[in-house]
């Protein structure tokens, strides 16, 4: 049974802007990593179609809310003219990213856009939430599905657009795309919309303190219905 409570109204594409769970849509749940501590912390993995402002929306809360921490992924694309290294990327060449995984120092990694990889590193992540310190994960479509997969307690919300005109409205507008890089994302975007319904939260991102309140919220009160 979905257990259904709406958040948000809906996109322009007709993809259904509320927040659910469905049980049967969710992939085979498997024990969490165990933490070395003693701390029962919520993990919550924030997603969402390319453009929508996940970055946007997690700086916010880094800024306004320092208590919850928010881990940085590892990424091999190269840093944008505004982004520092550690704070908002881990940027690392092709062979230290292998060399990462090899070594299973990822929790999760994808290849985003047919293009970069991009990856979460593990251990940042389980001091954390052994401290009992609440984490988030900002990430990918792909990188939240193999987290449910290892850590199925977490909270995993969905960061959608108030429309697909506003969508290619704000990637067209922060130009830091070539032509060719906005076709392959909007391309993307068009699956990672169609995934919303995975989700246990849907936030409609048309004002970034508001959606940053309301996940901040989600955070440090996650009832989502079926979550233990």
Do not use: C
Not at 46 to 66: D, M, N, S, W, Y
Not at 206 to 213: F, G, K, N, P, T
Request: net charge negative; proline share 6%; glycine share 8%.
């Amino acid at each position: 049974m979905s257990q259904t409570e709406t958040l948000a109204g809906s996109l322009d594409t007709g993809v259904n802007m509320t927040t659910h769970r469905t049980d049967e849509t969710m992939a085979p749940r498997q024990d969490p990593p165990r933490t070395s501590g003693g701390g029962n912390a919520q993990l919550t993995v924030l997603a969402g179609p390319t453009a929508v402002g996940k970055g946007t929306v997690a700086a916010e809360i880094r800024e306004r809310f320092p208590d919850i921490w928010i881990s940085v992924s590892a990424t091999t694309r190269k840093p944008r003219h505004n982004e520092v290294h550690g704070v908002h990327y881990l940027f690392v060449s092709d062979e230290e990213f292998d060399r990462m995984i090899a070594d299973g120092e990822l929790l999760e990694w994808a290849v985003v856009h047919k293009a970069a990889r991009y990856g979460t590193p593990k251990q940042p992540v389980l001091d954390k939430l052994a401290e009992g310190r609440p984490a988030l994960l900002e990430i990918d479509l792909q990188g939240a599905r193999q987290v449910r997969e290892t850590m199925p307690k977490a909270q995993f919300v969905f960061l959608a657009p108030p429309s697909w005109d506003e969508l290619v409205r704000r990637l067209v507008g922060r130009g830091t795309e070539t032509a060719e890089e906005r076709e392959r994302r909007l391309e993307t975007a068009t699956l990672e919309l169609a995934a919303e319904k995975e989700f246990d939260v849907t936030i409609v991102n048309a004002s970034v303190r508001e959606a940053a309140d309301q996940l901040v919220k989600l955070i440090r009160s996650p009832h989502i219905p079926g979550k233990s």
